[in-house]
C-alpha cells in the first residue's frame, strides 16, 4: 500500500482506518548518572537501535566501575540499570607495588590528595572524568577508572597527579 492513511484494521469483523502508522525511532539516548571521587557526572549520547544494546553494556560497566551505589543508567528517559555487585578487593597492580617502592607512604591516609583524570568516547560525546582523591583511596580508584576505560575501549587520556608534597 502506497497510501498508509488508506490503511484499514480489523477488529472482531469491523474495519477501522488506521490513523498513524507506527515507525520505530531512529536513535535512542543513553544516559549514564554517577559520582566518582568528589564529582557527580552525567553524560549522554544518541545510538542507532543497531548500536544501542551494545552502548547499554558499556553504560553498565562504566556504572559498575564507578562504584557508585546510586549510579544509573537510562535509555530514552526510562531508568533500565543500577549497580548491584561490586568487586570487594583491590588487586595489587605493577603501579602500586613501583609507587610504593619509591614512597612506602603513597597511600597512607591523610598523605595528599591525588588527582585522577579520565577521558574518553561514549557514542559521539567526550567524556572527561576529573576527580580527586584521598591518598588511601588511589588504588581503589586507579582500579576503578581503569575498568571504564576497559569498557569503553577508547581511552584518549588517562593521568593520575600525586600530591604536591609527594616525592619525586
Not at 576497559?150 to 616525592?167: D, E, H, I, M, T
Request: negative net charge; glycine residues 4%.
Amino acid at each position: 500500500m502506497s497510501n498508509p492513511s488508506a490503511a484499514t484494521t480489523s477488529l472482531a469483523g469491523q474495519s477501522t482506518a488506521v490513523a498513524t502508522p507506527v515507525i520505530a525511532p531512529t536513535a535512542q539516548v543513553i544516559l549514564v548518572k554517577m559520582a566518582f571521587g568528589d564529582a557527580f557526572y552525567e553524560f549522554s549520547s544518541p545510538f542507532s537501535i543497531v548500536a544501542v544494546d551494545h552502548a547499554v553494556l558499556t553504560a553498565s560497566a562504566i556504572a559498575v566501575a564507578s562504584g557508585d551505589h546510586n549510579a544509573s543508567v537510562w535509555r530514552d528517559g526510562v531508568l533500565i540499570f543500577t549497580p548491584e555487585i561490586f568487586p570487594l578487593d583491590v588487586p595489587v597492580t605493577d603501579f602500586c607495588v613501583d609507587v610504593l617502592r619509591e614512597c612506602p607512604s603513597a597511600f597512607d591516609v591523610g598523605n595528599g590528595s591525588w588527582e585522577l583524570c579520565v577521558e574518553f568516547v561514549f557514542g559521539c560525546s567526550l567524556v572527561t572524568i576529573k576527580s580527586s582523591f584521598p591518598s588511601h583511596q588511589v588504588p581503589w580508584a586507579r582500579f576503578q577508572a581503569k575498568a571504564m576505560t576497559r569498557a569503553v575501549g577508547n581511552c584518549k587520556r588517562f593521568s593520575l597527579q600525586p600530591p604536591s608534597n609527594y616525592p619525586m
